[in-house]
């Protein structure tokens, strides 16, 4: 039976009861998703339950075959213009070509194109925005290079400051940290948290380590399958049974001192090996 968290906050985007399909073959199956402001909703579970399809279903990547996309004022998303829809949701994909020959700050500027007319003008706080979104996230001191030029941790700090720039209050992240180093990977986590925090963006993101989802969000959906398995805080929903039946593995679940969970997934050869699950 799914664990239900009960919060009645506002949220401004909710995916109801979606279905989505690949190739004729169901992928989502029936999920749900509720974001709200200054919280971090983390998607959890084991490849192919359909984390990401039902992250890229909300963010229109995907046309889902059943359910609803409503934004906070009770408009359908899924009707939405191109450019109305990217004021309302940004999404920082895992996929994202590297432009040459252009400045960090070119980049964080895409982030205005829902905002410009046809010939780039009717964007009165377009530079202002870009130049708070380089400063929050750290990159307005290389706002003049190159962004080929760039780590790839520097570079998605910049993807981040793109995202912000575009002013939309919905930031819809799916694997962040993927192929970054350790450094990397906690300073992206700590401005997913800081941008709820001190911005009240409403962030959903895709995770697939489950320490990192513990750590980072106030509510995890941990899918099996392409349905909800369970639904609410870290705690409620990683509970030891319920990762080990949906990841299929033993995975124990331990409480340290400070509240955080830690996750082990235990091997046949040690039953401290840690694995990434």
Known sequence: MAVVSTTPAPARLVGT????????????DGASIRLVPGAVTALIGPNGSGKSTLLRSVARLHQPDAGQVRLEDGSDALALGAKEFARRVTLLSQSRPTPGG??????????????RGRFRGGDPDGARLVEHAMTVTGVAPMAERGVDELSGGELQRVWFATCLAQDTGVLLLDEPTNHLDLRYQVEVLDLVRDLADEHDVAVGVVLHDLDQAAAVADHVVLLGRGAVVASGTASE???????????????????????????????????????GV
Do not use: N
């Open 17 to 28: 009861d979606l279905s989505a399909s690949y190739d004729g073959r169901t992928v989502v």
């Open 237 to 275: 929903v990683m509970t030891a049974e319920t990762l080990t039946a949906t990841y299929q593995i033993p995975i124990e679940v331990e409480t340290l001192a400070d509240g955080v969970l830690r996750t082990r997934a235990v091997g046949r050869h040690s039953r401290r090996a840690r694995v």
């Open 102 to 115: 252009v400045s960090v700050r070119d980049v964080v500027g895409y982030g205005r194109h829902p905002y």
